[in-house]
């Protein structure tokens, strides 16, 4: 397979990166230069992060119009509420999605993505009100038209500061196409959406129980309230039988309501209440006359099995309400007291009416007993106050066809993948039990309803649906009209953003909406699913027949490192702006992308990105080395196909083409968090811990010896240098785009051709490990554990169990070992003596004796080999339990099982080696 990847943040340089998956070289042409390859000596990403970013805004690189010739790849970010500056979660999303289009942008993709804000609704008129209640005032001392005048003014502000945070995270947007959600073209779409929908007959007026805020003094739909554990009381409460001297005790955690009893109920099929079911009884103090009903809606194991009916205070009820036609008794308004109740009550707060109607009850007899009682409770979403019940003549949208079409592509043509796919089930289950959409809202803040009436006629006319105030009444040719005083609900707004940002609302057939639309990636968290995600499949199906987007890409939420949600008032955030000054643009990409697994909650702490300013300093000074050497170089070009030999080179190619592979992979299907952790991986801990170290070594024998050998290190370090920075450059743009200007100075031509001998990868692999791990690695962390200071003169003895293949290897690459390990030689050897004598190491099956120039400390020796012993028994203990499983014997591949077999018993012949060697030293 081959994939042409052209880099699209400069016009300054192109490349052909191909990929090949079965004969493991690496294609391309190279001409080493000595261009101007000065570097500063520390990576300055405040100058950096500028410098490009502004010439990708010079240069338009992020612009994008129709081009037919090209297939388009389209996102849409989620507009940021403007209630203030970006947070975290922010930053995670914009990333993630940057990432992905500069990548598809590689790919040769014509790449939109469009940027946008959403004017909030109720957030971001609570964040007024607040402002406003320091200044003691309310929203009514200004009035509707001031408000909104002050409104707009913060807008401005707040629009300005989110889309400089945008930029200074780096993102590729397409500026000149920024949308908001309250513009001209937005809320053209929002009205023709309306009547559309009203004129079918889908949206409609009624009085239905709704999820009341009392202090943001609205309506809120089910997915706008949030769910909090309440420790509380149950209170057990007395309801007199008429015509008898029996009562039915209830239980109850809102005795404040009972003014609004139309009815108690109890279990169809509760024996204790079989006989009593339609038997009349007495609401206590005041003595109003209800029946004793039944439903299966109550549950047997609830207080007493018997429950107070208040339909105009509790969904459930309600809907018991509708079943048994009951009467519907409000006895609390929108300002959260108490009406309709007896004159003592009125006007009492929820909490003041609660305590008051107790201390009666109990007073007169009908309380029995008190409990504690912890119980869920809706919140709102934006205030956190406690949710109020209530009867509402509201908007409402019947969203039962919607749902149906929503599911349907999802479950059953399969036109819209989610990643990871387990969330499309909490998509489909949600749709399921949908119920009609309050979609007004009692604010000043959002879009007005385009709905007018006729002043006339005693307001009999029926409602108009209108883009403006009509001129005539169709009914009654009146001319005095009035429009609805309630807003829609932000998320209508936000349902119709794939439409609208492609100017929908105006006209659904101009030359943008034909060719970017649907769009192809929706990135977002699963917070909004619900709110957000599922809306817009309705709408988009509702209105064009099409689905807004082809995949949806799931993130989870930013909590610190303790798993806590971040908030402000926890004073655990962390603002992206200081992480940006402090360790640079890439620093927070990089950091945030290795950690942000599909669907999963993401803790983060100041560290993570800390260590990805790390790992920017890793790339720029591995980058500085390979730049420096091939400056001081003279060398030509290659025109010819390279022979590798060297195992570390056939290992370092092999290395790059899986991670490459994996990286790709990855890619497509929007896995970031694994592109960055492979990249990292292989670029860290075997580019610059392995074939920097193996290279060095080669160019300072080579500079008086072999100058051939030296142009080919050269070129494998630049080669895969440039591919690397590639395949990072979605992740990291900033540094990559400027080591990427040097690469250009270098490679000329770009088209060389590295064969690797038709090896299997796995057989390199194990002779890499052999060197690496089991001999350089081990003679390193013994003579560290023993504390053998450099300069001391070290013998590495290897006994004859050696094969003659191994000890070819170990022969081939003993100027690798011998200087990374610093030891002065090797030798083969078929006995040993005096085995106290020598330090020992048992690895891959090999026996290594290190003899130094000085007396070993036998005590050192004896807690080293007693550690290897005891972590040698622990792993050989879990490679037992694995060889036991059954399910691992029946289901994993022969060569894994072979692994862990061959594993198994070379660790049981170390643990008697180790053995014997503690029990010599001890005498």
Known sequence: MKIIIDIFTLNRFTVEFYFVYKVYYIIYKVKLMKGNLTMDKVYNHVDNDKKWYNYWLNKKIFSTRVNKNKKPFVAILPPPNITGTLHMGHALNAILQDSILRFKKLQGYNTLWVPGLDHGGIATQNVLEKSLKKENKTIYDLGRKNFLIKMKVWENNVKKQILDQLKLLGCCLDWNRTAFTMDKSRSNAVKKAFILLYNKGIIYRGSKIVNWCVKCRTALSDIEVE??????????????????????????????????????????????????????????????????????????????????????????????????????????????????????????????????????????????????????????????????PLVSEQWFLDVKNMSKKAIDVVRQTKQIKFYPQSWEKSYVLWLENLRDWCI????????????????????????????????????????????????????????????????????????????????????????????????????????????????????????????????????????????????????????????ATQGKDIQISNDMFLYSRNFINKIWNASKFVFANIKNANISVYKKEIQLNELVDKWIVIEYKNMAKKVYEAYQCYNIDIVAREIYDFFWHKYCDWYIEFAKIRINKNNTQDKKDTQLVLIILITILNET???????????????????????????????????????????????????????????????????????ALFYNNIDNVNKEII?????????????????????????????????????????????????????????????????????????????????????????????????????????????????
């Not at 009562?247 to 169809?268: H, Q």
């Not at 609208?500 to 917070?527: A, C, I, M, Q, R």
């Not at 081939?812 to 020992?840: A, G, H, P, V």
């Open 440 to 595: 007004s809202r009692q604010i000043w803040w959002g879009h007005r309803i385009p709905v007018y009436y006729c002043t006339s006629k005693h307001n009999s006319c029926k409602p108009i649906a209108s883009f403006s105030m009509p001129k005539e009444c169709p009914y009654c040719k009146g001319t005095g009209f009035v429009q609805d005083d309630d807003v829609l609900d932000t998320w209508f707004s936000s349902a119709l953003w794939p439409l609208s940002v492609f100017d929908w609302g105006n006209n659904e057939y101009n030359e943008d909406f034909k060719y970017f639309y649907p769009t192809s990636v929706l990135v977002t968290g699963h917070e909004i699913l619900y709110l957000w995600v599922a809306r817009m499949i309705q709408f988009s199906l509702e209105f064009t027949d099409k689905i807004p987007y082809k995949d949806v890409v799931i993130h989870g939420i930013i909590r610190d490192s303790y798993g806590k949600k971040m908030s402000k008032s926890l004073g655990n955030t962390i603002d992206p702006k200081q992480i940006i000054d402090k360790y640079g643009a890439d620093s927070l990409r990089f950091g945030l992308m290795k950690v």
């Open 811 to 923: 022969k081939k690459n003993e100027c690798y070992i011998k200087e990374l390990t610093k030891i002065d030689s090797i030798q083969f050897i078929e006995k040993i003596n005096n085995i106290k004598n020598y330090i020992i190491i048992l690895a891959g099956g090999y026996e290594i004796y290190l003899l130094i120039n000085k007396p070993i400390e036998y005590k050192k020796e004896r807690i080293r080999i007693e550690k290897e012993l005891s972590n040698t028994k622990k792993t050989i203990k879990c490679l037992e339990i694995k060889l036991k499983n059954v399910d691992f014997i029946n289901k994993a591949p022969k060569s894994e099982i072979t692994k862990v077999t061959v594993k198994f018993n070379n660790l049981m012949i170390n643990i008697k080696k180790l053995q014997m060697y503690l029990d010599i030293l001890k005498t």
């Open 725 to 795: 920075l590639r395949l990072l450059y979605p992740i990291v743009p900033f540094v990559t785009s400027e080591l990427l200007e040097f690469v250009n100075k270098v490679i000329y031509n770009k088209h060389l051709d590295i064969v690797v001998d038709k090896l299997e990868s796995e057989v390199i692999s194990k002779q890499m490990t052999t060197v690496v791990q089991d001999i350089i690695t081990k003679i390193r962390v013994t003579c560290n554990e023993m504390h053998i200071p450099l300069g001391t003169n070290i013998k």
């Open 227 to 388: 769910y909090e554990t309440e420790h509380s009381k149950l209170w057990y409460i007395k309801y007199p039988i008429c015509n008898s001297s029996d009562s039915i005790v209830i239980a109850t955690s809102r005795p404040e309501t009972i003014f609004g009893d139309t009815a108690v109920a109890a279990a169809p099929d509760d024996n204790r209440y079989v006989n009593l079911f339609n038997k009349t009884i007495m609401v206590p103090l005041i003595n109003r006359k209800i029946n004793l009903i039944s439903d299966y809606v109550v549950d047997k194991l609830f207080g007493t099995g018997a429950v107070k009916v208040t339909p105009a205070h509790d969904h459930i009820d309600n809907e018991i309400a509708l079943r048994h036609n009951l009467d519907i008794l409000n006895v609390i308004n929108t300002n959260g007291k108490m009406i309709n109740v007896p004159s003592r009550y009125i006007n009492l707060s929820i909490e003041e009416a609660r305590d008051t109607i107790v201390t009666e009850l109990k007073n007169s007899g009908f309380l029995v007993k008190v409990d504690n009682y912890s119980h869920s409770v809706k919140k709102c979403y934006r205030c956190s106050t406690k949710i109020e």
